[in-house]
């Protein structure tokens, strides 16, 4: 694989033929020093405008960080949000920036982009090209408000902006998949599969954005699973990051090259803000891929990937990480300082793992056949939208020797044997009569579920309890696929329960978000 070499170094080689020739020329026609000097100091601040002396000091944490919290757009507060709450929002920005409408959805929503600057080099950012993926969006505009202010103690920096870079903006590329918080659009279509055929009038909308404008360098602002680690560390990969391919062979062009070198630079900044918490995403070829097109088009495109972070569920917290490494990131190539890392650098990275489980029980008993066996299970809780938000559905992924895999919750159950529960035989009129503190109660006495008279299928509670209303069981069990319902005993005593793949621990409950619903 070819590697880039530090550009700079080319830099001062060309700076050199360019001194020796003028050399040349003023030994030819007898000029004089002076005159020779000021046209070396001409040639060089003309083919590098930005010395180090006009550069802003480097964008530290603590500043970026600062300007987050000032800037940050105070109408987004949660994940999902719909295409309609964000038109104002982009209206509220047709004066500083330039908004076009790019066309429409399926359903015939507009697709707008931003523009903003005047400089020679052309970035094009894009989010939510799966509908479900709004964290870059969330950080967008709050770099919308952030580039919008003035003279404050950022003015420089938005200056430098101004000047070097021209950038277009595409936030919400799928707005019929974001209004249903799914992954495809309206055509059940992943227009991250529709880069070729162009099928779907989103992905028309993406490819034409980047022929009309042609932009050196695309950001490509996506979410991943929270399962996503750095590959076998228990560390979650809260962003993860690519230079995707422009061909099957994996090779390295210029293109591609200037792709990983920026990221080299973003990742410095990440790891003193998320330590190991960084993976490099696989870079397998997808010929039918957004990220892997535009390279092979000529845009040096980098994947952002915003994955899990410890009790971030909304994803407050990665949108902040996603503001302050795209101001970064923007603030590298306006200086051209990621010029300063090599390819190797961005090989460096760790690579995505897909080893996380949100419960891992280690060596807990299971009966077969009147014998005990010790068994490690994986459990995983993943999202089902419902009309009022969402709930989390349960199920045991994988269960044997899980020591590949690694949960962001873990428990040694060794010497707990399992236990099936059972339903309270007493109906209750509804979910307003049970308490937390109830259903801790009915848990220790071996009921994992109570039935109610009233109370709509699939409404959201927040109960350490199954809820029945459309029926009188419920299912559990251990085995790979089952929805992780059953009790832990030590002795006589039921030490722990696990609803739906939550574990409550029942000596010493601990306070966390609970989403189950009523069945
Ligand atoms: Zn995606």
Redesign the pocket.
Known sequence: MARIKNTKSEFFTFLSFFQITLKLIAMHFQWRKPVLLVLVWAALLAAYPLNSQTLPPPLSLEKLEAAYLIHREPALTHRRFTHAELQPLIQKHAINFSVRELGQSVLGKPISSLTWGMGPTRVMLWSQ??GN?STATMALFDLFNFLEGKGDEWQGLRDLLHAQLQLKFIPMLNPDGADAFKRRNALDIDL?RDAISLISPESYVLKNARDDFEPEFGFNL??QQIYYNVVNTPKQATISLLAPAYNEATEINDVRGRAMQTIAGMNQLLQELIPGQVGKYDDAFEPRAFGDNMQKWGTSTILIESGGYLGDTEKQEIRKINFMVLLHALHGIATKSYLNYSTDDYFAIPDNGFQLMDLLIEEMQVPMQGKWYPIDIAIRRREVESNKGYYLNGSVEDLGDMQVFFGIETLDASGLKYKEGKVYPTVFESIKDLTEEKALEFLRQGFLAVKVRSGEPRQVHGLPLLVLKSTTSFSGGWTSGAVPNFLLTQGEEVRYAVVNGYLIDLKQPKAQEIRNRIY
């Open positions: 090209m799966h993926e991250n996506h979410d």
